[in-house]
């Protein structure tokens, strides 16, 4: 029984990603960002630019643009949606929850995840964890370039 589970779950997060992919969500850039980061993985050619606009203390919008392998355009894609509204300080909680759970951590808060529990399989394939985190890394870029222009 747990198995058959375990693969209608693969399947599941197979789906979430492959949507998000052809699909992406917030795809662009925007015009006055608040704040702008580009990253990239030398090793397999992902490039990825996040763009902030964030106010009061919140993420009010965020756009990517991206080129790669479709995980870390899905990632990108997930992640936008997952900050959009979301204070700084819940958006760092939520970067930290998200490596955890990539990184392999004991204890990780799936829950606060949502859909990004669906890229949790691709830490089977570790050459490809630096796929699924580069846009957070990137976004994690552009909140310390934030911080420093609010000095």
């Given at each position: 029984m747990t198995v058959h589970r375990d693969i209608e779950l693969d399947e599941l997060y197979r789906e979430i990603i492959l949507d998000h992919y052809r699909n992406p969500r917030n795809r662009g850039s925007l015009d006055q960002p608040s704040a702008t980061s580009e990253g990239d993985?030398?090793?397999?050619?992902?490039?990825?630019?996040?763009?902030?606009?964030?106010?009061?203390?919140?993420?009010?919008?965020?756009?990517?643009?991206?080129?790669?392998?479709?995980?870390?355009?899905?990632?990108?894609?997930?992640?936008?949606?997952?900050?959009?509204?979301?204070?700084?300080?819940?958006?760092?909680?939520?970067?930290?929850?998200?490596?955890?759970?990539m990184y392999g951590a004991d204890e990780v808060d799936m829950e606060a995840l949502g859909d990004l529990e669906a890229l949790q399989g691709v830490r089977k394939f570790p050459v490809r964890v630096k796929c699924a985190t580069l846009a957070w890394n990137t976004l994690q870029g552009a909140l310390e370039e934030f911080r420093k222009g609010q000095g």
């Open positions: 993985n030398p090793l397999c050619g992902d490039e990825v630019r996040v763009d902030l606009d964030i106010r009061d203390g919140r993420v009010f919008d965020v756009r990517f643009l991206a080129k790669g392998c479709s995980i870390s355009q899905a990632s990108a894609s997930m992640m936008t949606e997952a900050i959009k509204g979301r204070s700084l300080a819940e958006v760092e909680s939520l970067f930290e929850t998200f490596k955890g759970m």
